[in-house]
């Protein structure tokens, strides 16, 4: 792997690992790509980066987006919210495309963008960037950034006309996701006259021409379903940009509707209240279900759901952990107070009320619960394969891996969760230590430690010699692409940090050398910059070395 130098902008960070016989004798391999305390030439001179605010985003390119913060002549203190936007747009170097105080783009009224947030930025295959930003006359924006255009456009504001209700007013934006085309997908709340019909939630779905479409509605008629009207809505969606959400009816809201969108882009129920469930039971009936966190993901045709059962004189006649079909069929992961094959008898499922659940294009359904040992019920990481096998990832009271001694994992964090297209599962936790790492799960069930407080790497890319740092902090906010990279924010006990990124080494029975990592940046605390502009970066490579990442990994 070559170490590539990014003018102005110091060390840059990539992690790439080899696969070799064994978990421990993975080598892995770090450089430093964007140090802190680096000149941002596109701003202009005496302005520096200081670090990075939330998680980076990492396409499926390898290309990194993320927010950060600047010092520079005559910055004044600003709110800590404040931030900025950049990206390189294929050049070497990253030039700010976005920053506090610039004139929001038009149509609307001239007023300075104030809070600019990474919070939930979105990072397209095509090189768009979607960020959340106010001005003083809309407090919630969405705006998107062209690599074509090379300028900002509106997608949606807030305290505006809601796009296809006649009257109806735009009150949030609840969040957003970006299909690989550079299309949004938007989770808002509409508020209609008094006298129409039309409020609450609803997820609008972008054209390529720009057009806001509904396509999904927490109010009005819900298709499929006759004679209901919704009287709320949980939106999902995954990358490939398919939509999916549960819809509430009745008086209390109890009756559910699980409407995906299908093949042919209509929408239609998946599952509902009340229906038959031959597939956990002859006599059940669905009662009740709840979605994942993040219940799609790239391209799934599923979405992972824990569901409830009602039988003849037995209205909580059980649960499970299911990947539900757009066709309405499902696949059970886990059953509520069983115990799964090749586990021990008492180790039983005891509850799925805190689960996050993932499906991965390749069927696999990963997921949290609660999971009885000899003396009590702990937290646990799982997956279940298309067969129906379920391995145990990462369990509390469990041996930590790659760490020394005896420590084991005090604390899953259910919400870092994240999978990638391929099955490989990355997660943070806790360890009886008190303190924080990440670990990454393999196809073949191989846990690996990528990153840990107190940790000292190597970040001499070279092997020629060394430059070890210790990993002081990390931010929790981590991005995982579809080839295996893994972009985070860092900093080290000397005072330098930058965005990392892993490539989460093959299994040993894979091929070696999955070639070349991507670049990254770091954070450091936000007090250290309270008083700083703030900006989000975004990062392209160029052609020529993006053909030669695709040749030197065999991916692609």
Not at 117 to 132: E, I, L, N, Y
Not at 204 to 213: M, N
């Amino acid at each position: 792997m070559q170490l590539r130098n990014i003018p102005g902008w110091g060390i840059a960070i990539a992690l790439a690992a080899v696969a070799s016989a064994g978990d421990a004798d993975r080598v892995r391999t770090y450089e430093i790509a964007i140090d802190f305390g680096s000149p941002v030439p596109s701003l202009g001179e005496g302005f520096n980066l200081l670090g990075g605010e939330y998680g980076p985003r990492i396409n499926n390119h390898g290309r990194i987006a993320f927010s950060g913060a600047v010092d520079g002549p005559g910055v004044v203190s600003l709110p800590p919210n404040s931030q900025v936007v950049m990206t390189d747009s294929g050049n070497p170097d990253f030039e700010v495309i976005a920053r506090n105080r610039d004139t929001a783009p038009p149509p609307l009224r001239p007023f300075p963008l104030e809070a600019i947030t990474g919070q939930r930025m979105a990072f397209a295959d095509s090189g768009d960037v979607h960020f959340r930003v106010s001005t003083t006359a809309n407090p919630n924006l969405l705006l998107r950034w062209s690599p074509g255009d090379q300028q900002s456009s509106v997608v949606l504001a807030s305290d505006s006309p809601a796009p296809a209700f006649d009257g109806a007013e735009l009150t949030e934006i609840v969040t957003s996701w970006t299909n690989p085309a550079g299309s949004a997908l938007v989770w808002a709340r509409v508020v209609g006259p008094p006298e129409s019909s039309v409020g609450g939630d609803v997820i609008y779905a972008e054209t390529p021409s720009g057009e806001l479409i509904p396509r999904i509605k927490g109010f009005g008629p819900i298709p499929g379903v006759p004679d209901k009207i919704a009287t709320g809505l949980t939106a999902i969606a995954n990358k490939a940009g398919s939509v999916a959400g549960v819809v509430r009816y009745g008086s209390t809201g109890s009756g559910q509707v699980l409407l995906m969108e299908q093949a042919d882009s209509s929408i239609s129920p998946a599952l509902r209240t009340g229906q038959a469930a031959e597939w956990f039971h002859p006599s059940a009936t669905v009662r009740s279900f709840g979605i994942g966190r993040q219940a799609m993901h790239a391209g799934s045709e599923d979405v992972g759901v824990v569901v409830g059962f009602a039988m003849p004189g037995d209205d909580d006649a059980g649960a499970v952990v299911a990947a539900v079909n757009r066709d309405g069929t499902a696949r059970i992961a886990a059953t509520l107070g069983e115990a799964p094959a090749g586990f021990e008898p008492y180790e039983a499922f005891t509850s799925f009320f805190r689960s996050v659940i993932n499906v991965s294009d390749s069927g696999d359904t990963v997921f949290t619960a609660d999971i009885s040992t000899e003396t009590r019920s702990v937290q646990g990481l799982f997956r279940s394969s298309l067969d129906g096998t379920l391995e145990r990832i990462a369990q509390e009271g469990q041996i930590a891996p790659g760490l020394s001694g005896d420590l084991t994992f005090r604390d899953i964090d259910e919400l870092s969760l994240q999978v990638n297209a391929a099955g490989q599962v990355v997660f943070g936790a806790t360890t009886s230590d008190q303190e924080e790492g990440i670990w990454a799960c393999d196809s073949d069930g191989s846990v690996l430690l990528l990153v840990r407080v107190g940790m000292t790497i190597d970040v001499d890319p070279s092997r020629a010699a060394e430059d070890l740092r210790t990993i002081q902090n990390f931010s929790p906010y981590f991005d995982l692409n579809d080839r295996g990279q893994f972009a985070m924010h860092v900093y080290f006990d000397d005072g330098t940090g930058g965005v990392l990124v892993a490539q989460i080494p093959a299994p040993p029975s894979a091929i070696m050398g999955l070639g070349s990592a991507a670049l990254c940046l770091t954070r450091r605390k936000r007090e250290r910059y309270s008083a700083a502009r703030y900006l989000i970066l975004v990062h392209h490579d160029d052609a020529a070395r993006e053909y030669a990442y695709d040749r030197d990994s065999h991916i692609g």
